[in-house]
């Protein structure tokens, strides 16, 4: 059974740094690209970024909005991906769900962390 | 890379049939055969229904279909259920290399 699981979240203040991990399970993690969608309060999903696989390279995309901010790597053989959030700001403020990346979509979703930026 | 363009919300009585298009462009929707639709429930996470513009997961009942027309897709819920009313987002792979989501449709079962 595949299954995501996500840490790190809390409260932060803007400026501040958090980072999320996505402990996976279920699949062979390297053989997959995995996501980071977040969800503000009453709004719609944003992809944040996702990270390829060992054979795509492991390279990354990120959406404009935290492009330079945000930095997503995996640790393969820990099956463990991360999403490392520098600078956050007040419009952060997300419920950020881990997924994996399949047949041109999202299959298999966490159930998400809370990450609330204020002073 | 805008988002797709969703109906805000589409209801519907039980039994019958309601249609949520997803309107994107010839970079995104209307591109690829890679547009998904999924269902949120309150306080969840989403759950893929639909994936390849028409295919269903193992387990996802056959009252959820798909297709695709141009640059717009859609997702028709038969039979409509109490269960179904959610939230329903489609999602599309872009000739970006990267993926956009709809703007949500709230499903409202009268």
């Known amino acids: 059974e595949v299954q995501l699981v996500e840490s790190g979240g809390g409260l932060v203040q803007p400026g501040r740094s958090l980072r999320l991990s996505c402990t996976a399970s279920?699949?062979?993690?390297?053989?997959?690209?995995m996501s980071w969608v977040r969800q503000a309060p009453g709004k719609g999903l944003e992809l944040v970024g996702f990270?390829?696989?060992?054979?795509?390279?492991?390279?990354?995309e990120y959406a404009a909005s935290v492009k330079g901010r945000f930095t997503i790597s995996r640790d393969n053989s820990k099956s463990i991906a991360y999403l490392q959030m520098n600078n956050l700001k007040t419009e952060d403020t997300a419920v950020y769900f881990c997924?994996?990346?399949?047949?041109?979509?999202?299959?298999?979703w966490g159930q998400g962390t809370l990450v609330t930026v204020s002073s | 890379q805008s988002a797709l363009t969703q109906p805000a919300s589409v209801s519907g009585s039980p039994g019958q049939s309601i249609t949520i298009s997803c309107t994107g462009t010839s970079s995104d929707v209307g591109g690829y055969n890679y547009v998904s639709w999924y269902q949120q429930h309150p306080g969840k996470a989403p759950k893929r229904m639909i994936y390849?513009?028409?295919n269903r997961p193992s387990g996802v009942s056959n009252r959820f279909s798909g297709s695709k027309s141009g640059n717009t897709a859609s997702l028709t819920i038969s039979g409509l259920q109490a269960e179904d009313e959610a939230d329903y987002y489609c999602?599309?792979?872009?000739?970006?290399?990267?993926?956009?989501f709809g703007t949500g449709t709230k499903v409202t079962v009268l």
């Open positions: 999602s599309s792979y872009t000739s970006s290399n990267t993926y956009v």
């Open positions: 990270i390829r696989s060992r054979t795509y390279g492991g390279t990354t």
């Open positions: 997924t994996r990346v399949a047949a041109g979509g999202f299959d298999y």
């Open positions: 390849e513009v028409s």
């Open positions: 279920g699949f062979t993690f390297g053989d997959y690209a």
